[in-house]
Structure formats: C-alpha cells, structure tokens
C-alpha cells in the first residue's frame, strides 16, 4: 500500500496547508481589487475556494490509488476520473452556491453568479494537475521499489551462487575416504580412530560456512592439511605434499574453503592418473597488497586428460570474482609436465 | 567350483587391503596378480585370462569400462566403485555385480557367490559385460578420447589427434599423424559421440575433423572432394556437403 504523498506526514501537510493559505490570499487580493465585490464577498468567496481545494487535494489521491491505466485499463481509468471530476466539482459548486447565497448581499451574489466560471474552469485544472501529479508520484514509488527488488534479488542471486561455488564435498572423496578408513581399521585401528577424527574437522570446516566468509590463511592451510593426510591414506607414497610459505603469508585472508578445490584438482588429474609420485607444492608469498598462492603438481603428459578438467578452477575463479568484484584473480597453465594454479587474492 | 583364478584391479592400496582381508575367507580362490592401472589391466588379463576380476571404474590411464573395451578374454567381473550413480544404473541393468565402497564382509560374500554361480554354470558373461558397455556408450555424453590396441601396446588417443575415420565392415579405421588404428565400433557409435563441432560425417565411410581439412574441391558434377592436411582426398557425399556447408559457414 502506498502511502498518502500529502498525509504521510506533517512536513508535507504543513507544506500542502501553506500553500493553500498563500493561494487563498492571492484570491482575496485578486476579488478585492480586480472584481467589484465587496471585501466581505472577496474573503468569503477565497476562502471557501481554497477549503474546497484543499479537501479536493486530498480526495483526488483516493481516486488515482484506486483507478490507474495497469489496474482497469485505459478508458476505464478516463471514465472513473471523468465521473469522479464531475461529483467533485459540481459537489464544490452547489456548497459553494449555497453558502454565497447565504452570505453574499445581492449584488455580489449575482456577479458570482455570472462569473461561476472563474470557479470552476481552475477546479478542472486543479482536477488534472492533481491527477497528474500523483500518477507521476505513483509512478517514481513503483520504480524506486522496483529497484529496490532489483536489488534484493541480485544479491540474493548472489548469495546463492556463491553458496554453490563453494566446494560442495565431492562423494568421491568422502566415500573413498571412508573405504581408506574401513581398510584401517583392519591393519591399525588407532589410526582409524585419527582419521575419522581427521574427516570430521574436515567435514566440519566445509560445512560450517557460507561462501563469502573469508579465513585466515593458518585456517585454509590447516584445513589443507587434514585433506591431504585423509588423501594420503588413499594415495599412499603416489602423494608428496610440501609447502613453503612466507610467514607475514599467515595472517592474510581469503575466501573460506578456496584452496581445497585446487588441491582436490591437482589429485584428480595428478594423482589418481598416475602410478609414479606426484609432487603437490604449495607457495604463498605476499605482494605489495596481494596474497598470491601458488600450486603445482606434476602429471603425466602421455594421458590425454578426461572429462571434467577445469570445472573446480571455474568455480574457484566465479567465486572470486563475485567476491572482490575483480576479473583474473585465478591463473593457470600447463608446462611440460607442470600443471600449476596461482590465486591472487587482493588484502 | 575348485580353483577359481581371480585379479583385483585397484589402485588404492587401502581399498585393495579390504579386498585381500576379505578374500582370506575364500581358500578356493586364487589371488594371481594386483593391477593399479588400466594398461597393465589389459596385458595381464589378457596373459594370464583370470575366471574372476574385481575392477575398480577409476583407475591411472585408462577407466575401468576402457578396459573392457580392449581385452580379448573376458571373466566375470565383479565391479568395485565409490560413488558413480550413472555407472550404477548400468551394472543394474546388465546384471553384472557391484559393490559400492565401503562395502561389508557380507556384501562382499553375497557378490562372490552370484560370481560362482556364474562361473559354474559356465555362462560366459561377455556378452552381458559389452551390453553395458554399449549402454555406458550409448548413454553418456561425448567422448574426449578414444583407446585402441596396436599389436601389443595400447593408445590412447586424444580427439584433436584424429584426422578422420574410416568404415569398415564391422569395424572402423581410425586415422591419426602418428598411424591408423582398427576398433571394433561402428561408424553410427562414433557419428552420435564425437563432438559435432569438430568431427562431420562427410560421407557413408567417413568422419573427418575439420581442422585438418584444407580445401573442397569440385570433383565432377554434384560431387566434392575434401583435401586434408596429410594430402589424403575424401568423398563428400550430397548430405555431407550441406551438413559441412552448415559447420563451415560458407
């Protein structure tokens, strides 16, 4: 619903009052000098053309909110103001003859009389600039509100979007993990009990956030960490993880959740085609205000590669492009038997 | 049945543990090899022809159902896979068994004993085993790359590789720079799975990859040529000079 542009509150109604009052004194100066009527008939007669206007003012609002071209259509919407119009007006006239009559000496009241004109042509007006205005009032609100929505639903969209680029937990993994975790708990049962442990934060840390949130680096590493010994269960020696990373590296942030997918890609096109050790090396370095991480795997390049390449570095670089409203924050090329991914994540 | 000889195809140890664990409970078969990838899959099956494999869908250098594609003996097979609900929806169809990862002692008895009874009644399960083959072709999207066999080694061969292929008979030449291969496919597979903007079935007997074409040339009255980068000149029938007209855009 919307509200009543004039009523809506006092700043507008004192506005909308004055404005009738200055109208009002402009009449009787008009009436008192321009026309043969007497100072009385002048006040009379302006002030009861600016009540009337000012309580048609404030009608004609009702007529626009309940008859607009979108809700009835056009010809209805020039019938209802027509009718409406003529109520009004001729309402005004008859009260405004009445009381003229009744307070107006002869003379004036037949000059009146003869001039109903003059009352009633600028009612029209008044009728349609009303009309007029509100429409445009009704108008600009719709489309502020519009936009309003807009916006709402683009970051909604966003939100969502972004809640969906981050890593959903590939069932491969977990359900590879648990078969590792079900071998050990034949060969040692201790360690079994680790990893299911290990699983669990790592579970927890994927789960537990949305997409925008943004991490320590100690965080994203630690949470690398547990990947890749829950991977090394599966992979055995056909892993090699090291890390180098600067130490004022630590404190930096980014997004929650964006290293895994790099790591998940450099075992599925490293690792798992690959019977000989694949070396993950993992560099993160601070650049003026930059955190840039890099990660390199070796592959064999005798494999022509399967389905699925590069849709987890896709989502990584939407992700980051949502997020800091930056294009080429991923990079990623294929040299000889390197495969190595760089994030460049703005502080 | 007495001596049954089987091979586990898996490349994680933890999961080949489970199987070596399990397989204690069974004196009468025989554990000949552990393979850890697709390509020693296909020679040792080949070698040493197990009544019995158990093969992983994800494997180093070739998958699981390429495999199958290129061994010459075939055994029950009983398939182990963590997560691959369209690889499911085929071993169910095909009545091969699967088990899914992690899977229990008892799961795995049960898939034992359906692979015995397969193997006492002496049925063999090849014909099953290129049915779902055949489904896991028809239904999936399109391939990235082909395998083929060359005397004893195999190929793998990447899609820009291809420079066209051949029909022949029940099978069909597959023409690369570094030579051409025979596989048991038929040109109908290869004209629905090969993506369409690179490859165009030309004519009844071929499918060339446009890149490699270099220029058509008019043969004689309502009949083309396609000359490709290796000099070779192909047929171009009526249909597949219009449907090279709509991919080359001229």
Not at chain 1, 128 to 145: G, H, M, W
Request: aromatic content about 12%; some cysteine; overall charge neutral.
């Amino acid at each position: 619903m919307i509200p009543h542009p004039i009523l809506k509150n006092y700043k507008n109604l004192l506005i909308y009052t004055g404005a009738w009052v200055l109208h009002i004194i402009l009449i009787f100066l008009f009436h008192y000098y321009k026309t043969p009527l007497s100072p009385v008939s002048s006040l009379v007669n302006s002030i009861l053309q600016g009540v009337f206007g000012f309580l048609l003012g404030i009608a004609i609002w009702y007529a626009v909110l309940y008859s607009y071209p979108e809700k009835v259509g056009n010809f209805n919407t020039f019938i209802n103001h027509l009718l409406a119009a003529i109520i009004f007006i001729s309402l005004q006239t008859y009260v405004i003859v009445s009381i003229n009559r009744y307070f107006l000496d002869p003379a004036d009241y037949n000059f009146f009389i003869l001039h109903l004109f003059r009352w009633v042509v600028p009612s029209v007006f008044f009728y349609i600039a009303f009309v007029l205005a509100y429409y445009i009032y009704i108008y600009r609100f719709n489309l502020q509100e519009k936009k309003m929505e807009e916006i709402r639903l683009t970051r909604m969209v966003k939100e969502a979007e972004l809640n969906l680029l981050k890593s959903q937990l590939n069932p491969h993994f977990l359900f590879n993990s648990l078969n590792s975790i079900s071998a050990l708990t034949i060969t040692d049962p201790h360690r079994a009990q680790e990893m299911i442990i290990m699983l669990s934060d790592f579970l927890r840390y994927s789960l537990a956030r949305d997409g925008r949130q943004l991490s320590s680096l100690t965080a994203e590493l630690q949470n690398i960490d547990r990947y890749m010994k829950i991977e090394k269960i599966r992979f055995g020696d056909r892993i090699h993880y090291t890390s180098h990373i600067e130490p004022n590296a630590l404190s930096c942030t980014l997004p929650v959740m964006i290293l895994q997918p790099v790591f998940e890609n450099a075992i599925k096109h490293g690792v798992s085609e690959s019977v000989d050790t694949v070396h993950i090396q993992l560099q993160a370095v601070v650049e003026q205000n930059y955190l840039i991480i890099t990660v390199q795997n070796d592959f064999d390049p005798t494999i022509p590669s399967r389905k699925g390449a590069g849709v987890g570095l896709k989502n990584i670089e939407e992700r980051l492009k949502l997020i800091y409203h930056n294009e080429g924050l991923l990079k990623y090329r294929k040299e000889n038997n390197i495969f190595e991914v760089k994030l460049i994540i703005p502080q | 049945m007495e001596n049954v000889k089987a091979i586990v195809i898996e490349d994680e140890e933890p999961a080949r543990v489970v199987l070596r664990e399990y397989l204690k409970k069974f004196p009468q078969i025989t554990l000949l090899a552990e393979i850890i990838d697709g390509f020693n899959a296909v020679k040792i099956i080949n070698e040493q022809k197990p009544d019995l494999i158990f093969l992983d869908i994800q494997l180093p250098k070739l998958t699981g159902f390429e495999v199958l594609e290129l061994i010459d003996h075939m055994p029950v097979i009983v398939f182990t896979t963590a997560y691959d609900q369209y690889a499911i929806q085929a071993f169910e169809k095909n009545a091969a068994d699967y088990l899914l990862k992690p899977f229990s002692e008892e799961r795995f008895t049960s898939a034992i004993q359906k692979a015995m009874d397969k193997l006492a009644i002496r049925q063999n399960d090849s014909a099953t085993v290129k049915k779902m083959v055949d489904y896991l072709s028809s239904e999936s999207t399109l391939l990235d790359r082909i395998v083929v066999k060359t005397n004893s080694a195999i190929k793998v061969i990447p899609l820009d590789q291809v420079i066209y292929i051949e029909a022949q008979d029940d099978y069909v030449m597959i023409y690369t720079p570094s030579g051409k291969h025979l596989k048991e496919k038929t040109m109908k597979f290869f004209e629905t799975h090969l993506p369409d903007r690179q490859f165009v079935r030309i004519h009844r007997s071929y499918i060339v990859n446009i890149d490699y074409i270099v220029q058509i040339e008019h043969f004689s009255k309502d009949t083309y040529l396609a000359i490709l980068k290796n000099g070779t000149k192909l047929k171009i029938s009526d249909s597949g000079y219009k449907l090279l007209r709509e991919r080359l855009n001229f």
